[in-house]
């Protein structure tokens, strides 16, 4: 087995053509789901997309890609973690997402920072990422606390079209890194930032549109990321 990255506690490896039940179950969890759309509706709907999936994190060398996350202590599949270019510059590697998707039972242990932190460092490390974005639904606090421990700041609120015609509201988190940090010196910066970014303190100052605070102002937008 060949593992993109190892973390204290994780495992990250490419999704494969044997991860259908893996990305079935996971998209099945009501928790998990609760601020996403299922991406999958059965275990034969996974089989039938997983091809695709997999030829996207070929193309890639498998270094950007849907990336399947293994607990080191029970080698059990936890949920998924996301490195990609922008969709509307895929042969690009200086502009990149993260996202992270986590069983209900791992959720609240730290892992989705743990992670997103380890892509991070590798974006910028063996790509030399100039920007680091990732999105969510703005009542989703667990993923944004994720956000601002990893380094990001919140850009922007606005609303777009989902798969099925309706439209979400959705908050954008990213950071700019124009000088291009190494990932020796990635790891303790973003440590002292979080400690900044999730005080409470915070709140009253954020800008208008802040999930944690003041009325989103929408606006529209036809890039989905």
Not at 23 to 44: H, I, K, Q, W
Not at 100 to 128: D, I, N, P
């Amino acid at each position: 087995m060949t593992w993109y990255l190892e973390t204290e506690r994780l495992k990250l490896r490419a999704i494969d053509s044997t991860d259908a039940r893996n990305l079935y179950e996971l998209s099945a969890g009501p928790r998990v789901m609760e601020f996403l759309s299922p991406e999958y509706d059965s275990l034969e709907e996974a089989e039938a997309i997983l091809p695709k999936v997999v030829a996207r994190n070929e193309r890639y060398g498998n270094q950007l890609a849907l990336f399947a996350a293994i607990e080191k202590g029970s080698e059990e599949f936890i949920g998924t973690f996301i490195l990609r270019p922008d969709r509307h510059a895929p042969d690009g590697t200086k502009n990149l997402e993260i996202g992270y998707r986590l069983k209900q039972r791992w959720r609240g242990k730290g892992l989705g920072t743990e992670g997103s932190l380890a892509l991070v460092e590798r974006a910028l490390a063996q790509f030399g990422a100039r920007r680091i974005y990732a999105n969510a639904m703005p009542g989703n606090r667990a993923s944004i606390r994720i956000m601002e421990k990893i380094g990001l700041g919140f850009e922007k609120a606005y609303t777009e079209t989902d798969d099925c015609g309706k439209t979400v509201e959705l908050v954008m988190y990213s950071r700019e890194y124009p000088s291009g940090p190494q990932s020796r010196a990635a790891r303790p910066l973003l440590k002292r930032e979080a400690l900044l970014l999730v005080s409470k303190q915070d709140c009253k100052a954020r800008p208008k549109g802040h999930p944690c605070g003041g009325a989103v102002s929408p606006e529209s937008h036809e890039v989905k990321v």
